[in-house]
C-alpha cells in the first residue's frame, strides 16, 4: 500500500492547516482511502472505483485525465500548491 501525507490550507479557513493523507493499493484509479486531520480531530473515508468513473462521467472528462487531476489535487503537494483550492465544510 502506498500513502502520502501533505499540509493544506483551506481556502475556506486560511488561518487553519489540516493534513491530507491519501492511501492506495495500485493506483488512484481503483479507490482510495482519505484521512483528513487539523492536529485535533480526523475524519476517513474512502472513495472507491465506481465513484471515481461516476465522478469523471459527471465531469464529462475521461477517467484517466480525472484520476491524473486527483493525483496532482492530492498526492503531488508542493508541487501543485497554489494550483488547487481546498474548502472545508
Known sequence: ?????NRIYPVSDP???YFLQVSWEKDLGTG???????GQ???AGT???AEISREAADMEMNKEKYVEE???ALVTGEES???YNFVIS
Open 70 to 72: 486527483l493525483k496532482k
Open 32 to 38: 482510495f482511502g482519505i484521512l483528513l486531520s487539523d
Open 41 to 43: 480531530c480526523s475524519w
Open 1 to 5: 500500500m502506498e500513502k502520502t501525507l
Open 81 to 83: 500548491a497554489g494550483k
Open 15 to 17: 488561518e487553519a492547516t
Open 47 to 49: 472513495v472507491s472505483e
